[in-house]
């Protein structure tokens, strides 16, 4: 059976040997890079399941590698290692396309079960519709990760996809954040997990679909429930 491929891009040594050896111990193959420069040049040639990547990188920072690693492949899994002060370096890892982030200094545990969910949803097969239509103005394309609004043109990440794919299967209710990150990003039920991946995400999602992402027409807030997806009446 082919093992599962992790590029770990991270500069400070100790961290990435570490990172080596706990990912090895798991099963995983493991490739890495201590340079900004390399470790893009290694994530757009090589075939990884999943790229763990430093936000502070000699070379390229990680929000340069992974815009561009977004702009050939909307599909790649990535999460962002980042500094547990900077709320910015989680904001902005997360609209480039991120899709998670683990906060520094972190549980190599918890770590570990942040990208097994992310493993498992990645290579989930979804049964997905392949066109949704919220309005006469907003259609998304599921299976080319794109879309339509007005005039103008769309493009998702396939964590977009799996938010949206995910809400309107279940539009007849309103969905919370923690059952988004067991149905979407993979985690287990009930587990005690401090992320605003769910928020970023669905406020980036927001800025794509609704004309006026400040007073929302189809992605809405339900105060003390979660979210729904609405299509024009």
Known sequence: MKKIKILIVEDEVAIREGLIDVFVYHGYDVDSSGHGTEGLEKALTGQYDLILLDVML???????ICNQIREQ???????????KSSDEDIIEGLSLGADDYVAKPFSIAQL?????AVLRRTHSVVDQQSKIQL???ITIDTQNL?????????TFTRREIDI???LYANSQRPVSRDELLHKVWGYAENIDLETRTVDIHIAKLRRKIESDPANPQHLM????AGYRLLGSE
């Open 58 to 64: 000699p070379g390229l920072n990680g929000f340069d």
């Open 73 to 83: 492949d909307r599909d790649q899994a990535i999460i962002m290692l980042t500094a």
């Open 112 to 116: 570990v079960l942040r990208v097994q």
């Open 135 to 137: 309005s006469d103005e």
């Open 146 to 154: 794109s879309g339509i609004r007005g005039e103008e043109e769309l």
């Open 164 to 166: 949206v794919q995910y």
């Open 221 to 224: 807030t339900v105060r003390g």
